[in-house]
């Protein structure tokens, strides 16, 4: 992170060594709280194809995932009931993540239709 507090020039030496001494404790103190906050989480509309399912299960290209972070899927509103419907019916599990990629499992009923979702990637957690 750069600085966000600029080195003071002056032509006293002495308040110039100490403003500059108080600028790095406030630059340092604030490296510190920028390292320790969370990352934004990322949406990104998917779509889960009729055609994609082999073996029980599809891979999904999503930007923002990665290999240990948390993610969160849901039926998008633009889902139309048959969609929505097949979303529910297909009672969906975690088949796995890596980096740029989530995998999904069918526990239910395989999806005859295209369905619309939301994937969440969190990077608050």
């Known amino acids: 992170m750069a600085d ?17 001494t108080k600028f790095a404790q406030a630059n340092a103190e604030f490296a510190r709280i920028d390292a320790a906050k969370a990352n934004k989480s990322i949406t990104a509309p998917v779509t889960l194809t009729a055609a994609g399912w082999v073996d029980n299960q599809q891979t999904l290209s999503v930007d923002g995932a990665t290999a240990t972070n948390i993610i969160e899927i849901a039926v998008d509103k633009a889902a139309t009931l048959e969609q929505e419907a097949a979303f529910y019916a297909a009672a969906l599990k975690d088949g796995g993540q890596d980096d740029g990629t989530i995998t999904l499992n069918v526990s239910g009923r395989i999806p005859s239709v295209d369905i619309p979702i939301l994937v969440i990637a969190r990077g608050d957690l």
């Open 4 to 20: 966000i507090i600029t080195p003071f020039i002056g032509t006293d030496g002495n308040t110039r060594q100490n403003m500059n």
